[in-house]
């Protein structure tokens, strides 16, 4: 991919509004195959409290983590969208693996705010373990979610767009059972894992989706 094209393409979405559209989207895959499937923005004292443990204290969970990706367009109405995956991403999700909890990316396929609703689509990706974690990835695809280019030749670095039955075959082979305490251990990881007194993600804050056994 041209690097010079990739730097001429810009935001219109910020993470949090793309994260409206993606959380009902991954959640409504999700809950296909597992019945009881609770999306979190994870608080160490909220969703990681006492409350919320006297209520899953007997339950074993899996942990999906996803992170909200924007869409990069030339202009309004293009119908090409770019998504970049910083290095740091990479980084977690090496770390999510070690951890039982797959990493999934998602960006919505609108190229401006009026394509942007409720039931926008989204495209949907999984991280590999191993590549090049100090550089940036570049994604190009069609607003429909074609693949149309990608930075890297390493086709196991950043997999997608996924169908959904690709998506819960990724979590069922990816994920791990695990008691609730350990589950907020593993978000508490994901979320601010610490490298030197440094927040591990730059700002980046993922989203989890956790499925009861």
């Given amino acids: 991919m041209n690097r010079q094209r990739s730097h001429n393409q810009r935001s219109f979405l ?10 009902p989207n991954i959640a409504k895959v999700l809950s296909a195959a597992y019945k009881i499937t609770i999306p979190l923005y ?23 983590t996803a992170f909200a990706r924007r869409p990069k367009v030339h202009n ?17 999700s090496a770390l999510g693996c070690q951890r039982g909890s797959p990493v999934l990316f998602g960006v919505p396929l609108a190229a401006g705010l009026m ?7 989204c ?7 191993t590549g ?7 994604v190009r695809m069609d607003t429909k979610g074609k693949r149309l280019g990608c930075s890297t030749d390493n086709t196991d670095l950043v997999r997608g767009p996924l169908t959904d039955k690709e998506i819960l075959a990724t ?12 589950a907020v251990q593993t978000m508490r990881g994901m979320r601010s894992f610490a490298n ?3 927040w591990f993600l730059g700002g980046y804050r993922p989203f989890f989706l956790v499925i009861a056994e």
Avoid at 115 to 121: D, E, H, I, L, S
Avoid at 171 to 182: D, L
């Fill in 115 to 121: 394509q942007f609703n409720a039931n926008t689509p």
């Fill in 76 to 92: 309004s109405g293009s119908e090409e969208i770019m998504m970049k995956v910083n290095a740091s991403l990479l980084q977690a």
């Fill in 14 to 23: 910020s993470e949090h509004s793309a994260e409206y559209v993606l959380v």
């Fill in 123 to 129: 495209a949907w990706f999984h991280l590999g373990d």
């Fill in 196 to 198: 030197n007194g440094d």
């Fill in 171 to 182: 979590v069922k082979s990816s994920t791990r059972a695990m008691p609730w305490n350990i």
């Fill in 42 to 64: 994870f608080w160490a004292t909220r969703e990681g409290g006492s409350i919320a443990a006297s209520d899953m204290v007997a339950q074993k969970v899996r942990i999906v």
């Fill in 132 to 138: 090049p974690f100090n550089a940036d990835v570049h």
